[in-house]
Structures are given as structure tokens and as C-alpha cells.
């Protein structure tokens, strides 16, 4: 799925000479995606809402327009790469709709002739999960699970990183997201990284950067490939949404520590994926009205297949995930309590276009001072049409 | 005038082999056009404003970027066309200005291997009026007419919409604009509809969809062609933006619902056009600070003729519009009485290149809680810079 | 280095006919460039900071994005040269960040065939100051003095100007950007212009425009290059942002005018480059709590060295910079009396990618409502990573 290929396509470029491109629409590439969403058929609780995952859920939501991007990307040279996506579906205020905001702006500088060592400057993915570092254009449920894209929102922060990986695993790394095998692009064997800790498209709140590093090698067993990988981050968050009246730490400011283990087994043709990460940072409490420093645990297992049907690929998925803690980046370090239960199907009909159907069976409590006791379950049929273009 | 040609293109296009083109820039098109205007000579009455015409109108206006469009396009494959157009002259508050935001991003599947029938999903013009319908980049008088424009604010929603047109007729409606004859593209000859009908760029609202229906042939007769067409929509609108003491509906929820008659003689060399609608919606009573569920009716005549000269293209035109009823988007629901008689010539030296000079004579009621009484009119000379990329 | 040519390159282009090119990818050419800073090592004073120059300065600045530029333009006919460069690290509030907003947006109208009589619609350059019109992407410090940039935030405005240059110089400007030279790009010998006023993406705020006028003449003597330059303008200002208590001008509105002369010897190897501009605006009195209407004044000069080395090359550079005046574009027109002294080197190791560091010794005095008495001095090494593409 030539439509797909992201930063993973690097190695094969790098090897030929970027001088003998001359024109620019060689050197620069132009492609994209988009989302579709309806989500209020079968609704059972209208009051059932996830406003990372999807803002159109539940009460007064109808289309949504999820995702919309246009990835403007290239090896420039020899050793340096670039890639800027602005997601078009953005909004600075939550009403004025979208608005064109960058995801990732991030440039590549390699340290050595074959490009194995590299050094990414801009914001860009924090490698901590491995759905993390899976682009939503291949990722089978709708949206990521509570328990580790709590982690960073959009994923994403501004910094600089570091990354390794030898020549063959780097195009391993391609191959797992060119042949539609849905991997996470290439963030390394190795990573590490310094960066802001605010997330995405935000100011720096205080001194100090956070601290990230993972560990992640796809093995390949016979036909077969997995990928287990290790993570963790660290570094102090300030909590800047905070309702009149809630008591916070001084500077409104929190450790932010995590470690996660990754386990992936590449459909082919079954799958399996599963995440888990504990940490420790703010959440809301009712009781006190107070945002604590709380401990907070999460995770997921994806199980899916498959399936050619005359040229049309179908993936049925079954994914249950839950997460017990504070979103930092919500209003008051809103406190969470999730589990929820996804059964779907990815259809494929040509290579542009994807419809997603999701059953969602789940139980969701988010509160914080304005909605302090807030426990919603339900069920509801999610339908998403995907473009890549 | 190859630059102009939008959707319309699709068909000569969905008839090539699309995998025959390998190279991203040979599946995605640019192109846009700007418009920039100066609204102050020869102005009689500096309170004679139009906020959804052009906010550069009347007192403090000075040169306004009105659109800045930039348009990314493709048959990327047999069955699916994407049009994504942001625009680089809006502002998510009104005076933090020229921020890119999407007025376009659909996605058209076709249902049939000829596209005669296609799904439409994603944030398009929703198909009510010719004059809606038609590029502003064709358009001779600088803005809409109030009385059709004030149906949808933008022109646009987010939803899906089915159009179907025979094929012969889909080049015909390419004809249309890539002659220079200033069509509206292809919505096809009958069109349907379900959108979230707060307009573009706003979250939805209610549980409730708008529909939306309309069937407009474009008939030849002879050398000449003429488009008649019928269209209605009917929803629940939610008025957002409520002075403090106004009372409104519950939920400030009111019903929307339209129906117009268009017909169009495209100018060989004589033009004419008239549309008509009549309806109900939300609208301000200055007398008891209520916003009101009122009727509304408003409509336009414009003649024009086109004239060849040395390769250059002159459009000499006349239009009269007017409009009673509110205005659901604006502040209050804000009421508008409008009469306006517009004189003009566009001018196109080169394909590239664009002046419109118009001299409009207008009167005005436009009146909100912070503006009960406003009664105004006057004269101005408007001017526009076209450029076609 | 062909990748950061601009307007300058229209002269070749406008020579050829356009009418061969017929596909979009020839007639429109996109290339870019990105900023990524660390302003936090060796810093002796984290209340030392600069709105204008790097909102990462001093306190709680991390890593930032300064500048995220794509730039669409073409020679689209003999006639018409457009030029249209949103920047992706903009922020409508100054919390949600990195945004796509426009920098340039103009179309340039050739009056004769070889195009050295232009008139420029739209947004861009004001022309005055040389190092105002000298692209961040080839400027050797940082940031732009605070004398001359003060005078137009963001350097642009929205108008029509008139530029004047005969065709040797309209190749030479071309020569002196395309060589590496760092010249300021094609404003032409002669320029004059009408504009709104308000600086870069703001609403006009009364009924006149502001008018400039510039002449500077690339002068070539043996092998070396002089550019001396004069240029002036004169408006009314409006102060939009002025704090509650603070007494201004009836409309908050002040004469604004400036007079600058400008003087370049290109890097040959060695360069100098000053400026220095006197006029009078608005500026907050501390004393009084009052924007009054002051004089102002302020320049820089410039020394530095080009030096080829193994294919890298370096330009070791001084600045001395100061200024005395308000800022009108900022809070209450804050009152600024700055004294910097600036040590760096950039260092190009190959045309894609720039490494500035440079050592700030400085001393400023910024004061406003909330700020009465603030006077700060200290030192910081400033660190940016340019990425050509």
C-alpha cells in the first residue's frame, strides 16, 4: 500500500544519490488522509463521551471530521529527511472548526553515511507505545486506548531525538507498514529523546524537559514477525486547565513518570497486540477537590485477522482496554476509569478507501469539578469512512 | 480557462486508466485564487456594512484578503475523486486573520463505473441555489445575494450527500465552467443529502440531521443552455451567539427550512439568472428582544453579457437582490431588510488575471439587541483583484 | 543554493514562455524552511526576554519552533508572478500553537513585457529596512534588530506597491540571493507603496492608509557589492491592546512615522551591513500611565566573514544593536530601551541544513502597565537549527 508508506521509506531513498532528483516535485512528496465519522447509531447513553478519543460522541454529536492531512515529506538529501503534516481538522478553541495545525514537523539529520544513527529535531512522535507510533491511517479501532495515549496527548511534543537502528531493520521497519502488515514506521531499535513535556502544540510550562527512552527490535520467526519493545519517560507536567475553587501543587506542577512493555504479533494472517504501562502523575479527586499526585495503570490487547477476499482485505479486530487514572492534559487532571470492549471490522475495498465498524461496549468515569460524579456505561456502533490519498 | 475547472473534471478524467499515473504529482492537482479588495471610494455612508459579504465594508475598512484558496485535488483512483481547499483568508476570531481553514474536504465515491452515481462525505457546498453552488471565483457580482446565501452560512456542511447525473450531462457540466460560461460545477441533476446544519466549521448542535434535496438540468437548446432547478432543506438550527437579555426558544433551537427556484440562461453572449426562496427560521424582534421563529423570502435577478475583445473578456452586469428575514448565524439571529442594485463589469486581460469594479447602491436594515435601530444606505464603489493560479 | 531563491528568480523565469509549461508542477514550484531553537544554555538571567524576537526566551522557554515555512509560487504567466507563504508556527492566542498562518500572500503585475515595472497586491514585505526584507532564512543573527523591526511586526502589511527595477538589477538582486550572498531579494530600485497599516494580519483600524517609499541600488564595484539605501513612511496607528487604567489618544490613535538609511557591503568575504531609523509612535510613559505620542530611534551594524571550507561553509558574525522607543504592535505600546551585543557563527556543512550559535550580551528595558519597572540584563548563548527544503 504505496499510499501509506511514512518515514519508513527513508532507507531505499537514502541509498540513491538525492543530488540526481533535480526537480522538486522528485524531492518533495505529497500525500494525505482523512476520517469520517458518524457515531450515534445504537446509542444507548447519549451521556457516554470520550472527549480525547472523539468529540462527536454521544450528545450533539453528528459528522465529524476526525482526521485530515496532508504530509508534505522528502529526503532532501543524503542525510536529512523532512516531514511536515498539518492535520486540517484542528480547532484553537473547540468551536471554530477546522483549522489547519501541525502534527508532526520533524527533520531527520543522519549521523552516518547509511543514515542507522539519526538525530530528529522538531515535534514529532514521543516514541512511548507502540499504538502510539502507529499512524491512525493504519491503526484497526477508532481510537487509541485511555491507558497509554493518556501518556501524551496527540502523541506528540517538541524536542529533539535520538534514534538507531541497523540498515536491515530499518527496512523491516518499512516493510511492516508497506506491505499493510499496519507497523509503527521506524522510530528506532533505540530511542532517545529530550522534549518539552506540555504535548503537542503547546508552550513549555517550566524548566526542565522530559526524558524518554525505548527499546523496541521486530523479530522475524519463520514467516512470522513480532516485536516486543520496553519504554518509559519522565519529567514534571504543570497542569494548566484548572477549574475555580480546585486546590493544585505549587506552580500547579506534578511528576510525570511512566514505563510501559509492548508485545506485537503481526497479522499474518492472526494478529496480536498488547500494552501496559504504569506510572504516576496529577488527578483529580472529588472528595477533596484537590488534583494529587496518584499513581495511575493501563493497557490493552488487540486481536485480529487478515482476510483477502477477491483483491478486498477485511480485518476483523476484537480489542478489550482499560485505565485507571488522571488525564493531565484534561480540565482539573480530569480522573478516568475506563473499560471498554471493541468489536469491529477494517474493510478495504481498493486502496484508497477504508469503512471501520466498531461495536463499543463500555463503561467509562471521567469527573472533575464541574461534573464531579460522572460514572457513564453504554453501547454505541462507531462508523468511520477512511480516504488516503 | 483550464484553471477554473473543479469537480466538473471528473468525468474525462475517470475514464483514463488512473493507475496508469504513478507519480504522486500526476494524481494530485494545485491550484487556487485570491481575492483582494478595496470597498472605500466614492462611499456615501461609512455605517453601511455587510458582515457576511465582506468585513472590509464601510468605516475602518481598508485593503481585505477576502479568499485565498489553495486546491488539492484528484482522481487518485476509478472510484474515488478528493477535493480539499483550504482557505488562507480566515479567522478564528476576527481579528487574528489569515489562518488556513478548510472550506472543502470531500470525498467522492462513485457507485457505478462511470461515477454517474456518487456518495459524497465529508464538508462540501450544501446543494441549495445556483449562485451557492457557483465558485465565488466565477462569480461576476463580488458577493452572494442575502436572500439564498443566508440559507447556510459559507455554503457549506459536514454530512453525505448523493448525487447522480447522467454522464453526457456531467460534461456538460463541465463544459459549463472550463468554457469560461461560469457553471456551478457538477452537484449533479438530482441531489440528496443528510448534514449536521449549523454550517461550515461548527460543531453540530442537536441530535438531528438536516436534509437537504435538489434537481437542476442543464438543457440545450440550440447554441443556448439553460439550467432550471428546484431545491428545499428543512432541519432544527441552534442560534449560538445570544446577547445577554435576549430571550430565545428552548435550547435556542428553532426550525430551518427552505425552498428555492433557480433558472440560469448562460451568457451566449446574453446571460440571465434569477433564484427565488421562501422559508422560516430564526430571526430577531427588535420590538420584544426575542429571537422569533419568523418566515424569511428573498431572491435576485443579475443580466450580463459577455464580450470578446482582442483575446481580452469583459462582463458587463446588472444584479438586483433582496432579502427579509434573519440571519441564524450572525448575533441574535440578527434581522436584515435588504435592497441593493449592483453595476459592474469583470474584466479578464488574461486568464490569469481578474477586475471587478462595481458600483452599488444599497439600503440595509440589519439590527441585533447591541444595534436595535440601524436603518442604513448608501452608495459605494467596490473593487476586486482576481488572481486565478 | 537553489533552494532559497524567491522573488528574485522571476527575471530568468519571465523570460521564457510560460505557455510551454503546461502542467501545474512546472508552472507552481513549493520549497520551505524550519527553525527549531534552544535559547537555555548559559543563561544568567531567565527574566531577560523578547516577545517579539523568540517567545522561548528566558524563563519556561524549551524548545521551540520559530518558524515552519511552505512556500507556494510561480512565474503563471508572462504577467504574473504570485508568491503565497503560510508559516506553521503560528498561534491565534499564544497557547495553541502552530498554526497555519499567512506570512506572504501577493501577486505581482508586470506593466511591461520584461516585468521591471511591477505593481504587488496583497500581503507582504513592507519595503523598509534591508534587513527587514532580507528572509530569516538567510539572515545571520537570530532575530531582527529591535530598531528597525519594531517599525512593522512581522515585517508585512496588506496594500498595493509599486516596485521599479531595471532588468541588470533585477538580475543582480536574483545574483545576490542565489549566490549565497544573503541579499534581501527583489523590492526593486524604486518602490512605493499604500497599505493598510496595522502591521501583518490585523483588521485596518481607521480610514487611512499608511504610505512608504524606498530607493536602494545594488551598486558593483570591481568584484565587491555596495547597497545603500534610503526609505521612509507615514500613517496613523491605532494601539489595540492597552491595559485597563492606561490613558491614550482619542481612538488610541497616534501618528506613526519613520525614516531609515540602510547600508550593505556584501560577504565578499568580509561584510558590513548597518541601519539606522529615527521617526515617532506611540510609547507607554511610566511615570504617567499614559501612551504618549515620543520620538524614537534606533539601528545596528553588522561585520562578518564568509569562509569556505572542505565544501562547509561558516560565517563568524558580530551585531551591536540598540533602541529607544515603544513597541506600538505590543501591550499599553510598550517603552523599550535596548542595548544587545550579539557573537555567533552560522555554520552550513551542506545547503539543507544551517547551525547558528551565538552569544547574547544584553540589556533591556521593557515596560508596560503590568510591568512598570523592568529593566533587565544578562547574558545567554542562543542555539537554532535551520532545515532548507
Redesign the interface.
Known sequence: QETKIDTATKVPEATKPAEAKS???Q??????Y?Q?RYN?LLETN?DLQCEQCD??WG???????RR?R?V?S?Q??N??Y?Y?Q?D???S???????????RD?Y?D?GLDTENEFRLR???SKVPYGFENMQSSQNRLPLDRNDGLNSAISNERD???FFYWAPKKIRERFAYLVSSGLKGSGDYGVFALG???GQT????????Q?HIVSRFSYPIQIGKQIIEPGIQAYHGKYVV?SISTGVQAKPQNQYRDQRAAASFVLYPQPFGLQAEYNIGTGPEYNVATNTIEQTSLRGGYALASYALKFNKQLFFPFVRYHFYDGGKKFERDARTYKVKELEIGTEWQP????ELVTMYTISKRRFEDAARPFNDQQGNLLRIQ?Q?N?
Open positions: 526537480e522538486w516535485y524531492k518533495i512528496n505529497l500525500r494525505g482523512a469520517v450515534r447519549q468529540k462527536s450528545k450533539n454529536g453528528g459528522f465529524f471530521l485530515l496532508l508534505f522528502g532532501i538529501s542525510r536529512l523532512f511536515i498539518p486540517f481538522a484542528s484553537p478553541d473547540g468551536s471554530n472548526n477546522n483549522f489547519g495545525q501541525i514537523a527533520f539529520l529535531f522538531g515535534q517538541l524536542g529533539v529530550a522534549y518539552n503537542a502544540n503547546k508552550n513549555e510550562a517550566n524548566n524537559p494548566s481498493f486502496k484508497n478507501f469512512f480516504f490519498y
